[in-house]
Nanobody, 112 residues
Framework: VQFVESGGGLVQPGGSLRLSCVASGFTFSTRPMSWYRQAPGKSREWVAAITSAGSSTNYADSVKGRFTISRDNTKNTVYLQMNSLKPEDTAVYLC??????WGQGTQVTVSS
């Protein structure tokens, strides 16, 4: 099981980023997927989740209305569109399939 996250970077407050996570080693289309994040000195925090077919999504209150999770099962990829970014969104973002494996994540830094 492997995950390769990408799309992070440095962005100003109010900006946007789109993260991608390409998964391999399991049947992607059968697994719900989630995004988590971990800021320095803090525990890992759940951000968003999507069902296996993409028909239902759920979000942490801290990102509701600003972030959108989606997936493309033909590409084994899950996305996180992040709008109206705030400095408190700064963290390493990781995707997760509930199988116990994690990738390296992608760093998102929101700063002026």
């Amino acid at each position: 099981v492997q995950f390769v996250e990408s799309g992070g970077g440095l962005v100003q407050p109010g900006g946007s980023l789109r993260l991608s996570c390409v998964a391999s080693g399991f049947t992607f289309s059968t697994r719900p997927m989630s995004w988590y994040r971990q800021a320095p000195g803090k525990s890992r925090e759940w951000v968003a989740a999507i069902t296996s077919a993409g028909s239902s999504t759920n979000y942490a209150d801290s990102v509701k209305g600003r972030f959108t999770i989606s997936r493309d099962n033909t590409k084994n990829t899950v996305y996180l569109q992040m709008n109206s970014l705030k400095p408190e969104d700064t963290a390493v973002y990781l995707c997760y399939a509930g199988l116990g494996n994690w990738g390296q994540g992608t760093q998102v830094t929101v700063s002026s």
